[in-house]
T-cell receptor
Framework: AQKVTQAQTEISVVEKEDVTLDCVYE???????LFWYKQPPSGELVFLIR??????QNEISGRYSWNFQKSTSSFNFTITASQVVDSAVYFC?????????????FGTGTRLLVSP | DAGVTQSPTHLIKTRGQQVTLRCSPI?????VSWYQQVLGQGPQFIFQ???????GRGNFPDRFSARQFPNYSSELNVNALLLGDSALYLC?????????????FGPGTRLTVL
């Protein structure tokens, strides 16, 4: 079975601080995909990034960066110089390769509060 | 381009009633998935439809059903509502069924069962 664990329930930081959101996943499949989504108070899940199991390159997009390590089954997300607009719930999700359909398995989310 | 749209935004129902939620995917996307998100939890997979056929189903009772129309829009139906069905119902669209396809989510329908 597949599982995603986000151990941090809530993180509070002050604006301009760096913050890392942890994600640990479990799967026995060798082909899988990892995602991060942001859920602001409005409720809509906003796609941030997708990574496949064969690509361990870290990625940077502006203030966002992602660290994928298969050795520790982790896909962590770092926000540099956080801003109030980053306040939201962040979800990590996992889907498998070719199973005939795509099911995203989500973690329980990490609520990030950025105060001015 | 328009994103995923869902209607209605909010619904209040009483136990035992039936409800229908609607979703329109992004233009060009042929797959629609439904998720249930209970307060404080991550979304849970309910269904995925592709080309009008159910391709995957999560661990939900038969009270939950869905369908997809020729224009790829979709409806989720829930019969005999229970208090525990109160949740945010999210619709997501994607181009296909591959594990690496990106699912784009709509704003959700918040269902309250009294």
């Amino acid at each position: 079975a597949q599982k995603v664990t986000q151990a941090q329930t809530e993180i509070s930081v002050v604006e301009k601080e760096d913050v890392t959101l942890d994600c640990v996943y479990e799967t026995r499949d060798t082909t899988y995909y990892l995602f991060w989504y942001k859920q602001p108070p409005s409720g809509e899940l906003v796609f941030l990034i997708r990574r496949n199991s064969f690509d361990e390159q870290n990625e940077i997009s502006g203030r966002y960066s992602w660290n994928f390590q298969k050795s520790t089954s982790s896909f962590n997300f770092t926000i540099t110089a956080s801003q109030v607009v980053d306040s939201a719930v962040y979800f990590c999700a996992l889907s498998l390769g070719d199973t005939g359909f795509q099911k995203l398995v989500f973690g329980t989310g990490t609520r990030l509060l950025v105060s001015p | 381009d328009a994103g995923v749209t869902q209607s209605p935004t909010h619904l209040i129902k009483t136990r035992g009633q039936q409800v229908t939620l609607r979703c329109s995917p992004i233009s060009g996307h042929k797959s629609v998935s439904w998720y249930q998100q209970v307060l404080g939890q991550g979304p849970q997979f309910i269904f995925q439809y592709y080309e009008k056929e159910e391709r995957g189903r999560g661990n939900f009772p038969d009270r939950f059903s869905a369908r997809q129309f020729p224009n790829y829009s979709s409806e989720l139906n829930v019969n005999a509502l229970l208090l525990g069905d109160s949740a945010l119902y999210l619709c997501a669209s994607s181009r296909g069924l591959a594990g690496g396809d990106t699912q784009y989510f709509g704003p959700g329908t918040r269902l309250t069962v009294l």
